[in-house]
């Protein structure tokens, strides 16, 4: 299979990957956008509305809008920079870890049972895959 077809492939399959995740409903539902917030903050600790900008590739002034619907929310909060008073850290808040702690645990347990009916050799190739995908995202 040649690279363009391949490539046409894989995002036609993750794109279904994709939308069959975001219909596993969760309660109190985030954003795409929220959601990799969170795990960035969760994942990575504190970090500027810049640095979340650069990491998730939007403007600013998007970034801006998202964290203040999640800092209506309670999901983030904003601080001074203890190194540098001008600058502001976003964390992740108690209630954004839960919130993301509950969309994990749903949308695992649903891809979880999915791969529960594939063949063994099926989920080594994913876990091979897995490793190639995020490969593949580190490129883009």
Same mark, same amino acid.
């Given at each position: ?6 490539? &046409?492939?894989?995002?036609? &399959? #993750?794109? =279904?990957l994709?939308?069959?995740? !975001? ?9 795409? +956008?929220?959601?990799?917030?969170? +795990?960035?903050?969760? %994942? ?20 801006? &809008? ?8 309670? @999901?983030? !909060? =904003? ?6 008073? %001008? =600058? #502001? @850290? ?6 954004? =870890?839960?919130?993301?702690?509950? !969309? ?13 009916? @594939? +063949?063994d050799?099926? !989920? ?11 490969k ?5």
């Open positions: 299979m040649e690279i363009e077809q391949t490539a &046409a492939a894989l995002q036609i &399959a #993750v794109g =279904r994709v939308r069959r995740l !975001r219909q596993t409903h969760v309660p109190g539902e985030l954003t795409l +956008s929220e959601a990799s917030v969170l +795990s960035r903050l969760d %994942r990575g600790g504190p970090a500027t509305p810049g640095e979340l900008a650069g990491d998730e590739r939007v403007k600013p002034q998007a970034m801006g &809008a998202t964290l203040q619907t999640m800092e209506q929310r309670d @999901l983030v !909060r =904003r601080s001074p920079d203890p190194g540098d008073g %001008r =600058r #502001v @850290l976003i964390t992740i808040t108690e209630e954004g =870890r839960r919130l993301l702690t509950d !969309r994990r645990t749903l949308k695992t347990h649903a891809l979880a049972e999915a791969i529960g009916h @594939l +063949s050799d099926e !989920r080594r190739a994913l876990v091979e895959a897995a490793r190639l995908l995020d593949l995202a580190e490129e883009l």
